[in-house]
T-cell receptor
């Protein structure tokens, strides 16, 4: 059973643009929502995370928006750069970490 | 040291071979994990160790055998694998925050396993 749904599957954004990836979850017991960035041949790296008592968290160019009532959260990458090209996984956690299906982001010049 | 180190980086093994994957961390994390990741898919949890004790086994076939010799090391012993077991095997670790659980996983770069 897929408990965290992620969209889009792939995304192409021009350099300098805003990249937006969306996730939705079902289990209201989840209490931690991280985003992971994965480059080819590497393991996932924790990018930014949020807890459900906060509606937004910003770290540099990366922002998580969290809507508890809708059970949705999203990642915004401002001023997207070619170096941001990677696969992004949202996740939700309560004891165990449950990953979304992933979004392959490509930033074009 | 904020890394999880996995060896080897690549491994090719036959279906009758026995091999081991190794994982090491020196961050003082007391939870360690094995994940399997197929191409273009998210990581799938295989095993969880808490304080060197196996706490979760996600119904993984017995041809995969985990071992946690101490708080810094995690092994995955492989025997009689099938071609469909070819994947990226990831190790991760995290702090255990009491009843709150474990958060902020640190992943290694993985071992790319090919079974022939």
């Amino acid at each position: 059973q897929q408990q965290v749904k992620q969209s889009p599957q792939s995304l192409i954004v021009q350099k300098g643009g805003i990249s937006i990836i969306n996730c939705a979850y079902e289990n209201t017991a989840f209490d931690y929502f991280p985003w992971y960035q994965q480059f080819p041949g590497k393991g996932p790296a924790l990018l930014i995370a949020i807890r459900p008592d906060v509606s937004e968290k910003k770290e540099g160019r990366f922002t998580i928006s969290f809507n508890k009532s809708a059970k949705q959260f999203s990642l915004h990458i401002m001023d997207s750069q070619p170096g941001d090209s990677a696969t992004y996984f949202c996740a939700a956690q309560r004891q165990k970490l449950t990953f979304g299906t992933g979004t392959r982001l490509t930033i074009i010049p | 040291d904020t890394e999880v180190t996995q060896t080897p980086k690549h491994l090719v093994m036959g279906m009758t071979n026995k091999k081991s994957l190794k994982c090491e961390q020196h961050m003082g994390h007391r939870a360690m994990y094995w994940y399997k990741q197929k191409a273009k898919k998210p990581p799938e949890l295989m095993f969880v160790y808490s304080y060197e004790k196996l706490s979760i086994n996600e119904s993984v076939p017995s041809r995969f055998s985990p071992e946690c010799p101490n708080s810094s090391l995690l092994n995955l012993h492989l025997h009689a694998l099938q071609p469909e077991d070819s994947a990226l095997y990831l190790c991760a670790s995290s702090q255990i925050l009491g009843a709150q659980g474990s958060y902020g996983y640190t992943f290694g770069s993985g071992t790319r396993l090919t079974v022939v």
